[in-house]
């Protein structure tokens, strides 16, 4: 019964900006870890950024200085913005959970970066 639903994905141009949202369900959001994650065509899924149930946040170099993480754990509602976007932050972007010893996906929101 866990489920994990991405939105505001889409297309934009370099140097833009979108903030994406996962909207979390069957589990008890505030105590665990949570993740986005991106797969560009081609290429492997990577982690992006994490951010620990006491607000601890990790980046992938990629993205530092240009995305943050955040969880508001009152709303269960986990956030990406990001800014200052470039044509190779194209890629799919999931929402991620790790429960006990299994992951969680949500079904992907499309970022496509481009002019």
């Known amino acids: 019964q866990v489920q994990l639903v991405e939105s505001g994905g889409g297309l934009v141009q370099p140097g833009g900006s979108l903030r994406l949202s996962c909207a979390p369900s069957?589990?008890?959001?505030?105590?665990?870890?949570m993740a986005w994650y991106r797969q560009a065509p081609g290429k492997q899924r990577e982690l992006v950024a994490s951010?620990?149930?006491?607000?601890?946040?990790n980046y992938a170099d990629s993205v530092k200085g240009r995305f943050t993480i955040s969880r508001d754990n009152a709303k269960k509602a986990m956030y990406l913005q990001m800014n200052s976007l470039k044509p190779e932050d194209t890629a799919v972007y999931y929402c991620?959970?790790?429960?006990?010893?299994?992951?969680?996906w949500g079904q992907g929101t499309q970022v496509t970066v481009s002019s």
């Open positions: 951010i620990t149930s006491g607000m601890n946040t």
């Open positions: 069957g589990f008890i959001f505030r105590l665990y870890t």
């Open positions: 991620n959970a790790q429960i006990g010893i299994k992951d969680y």
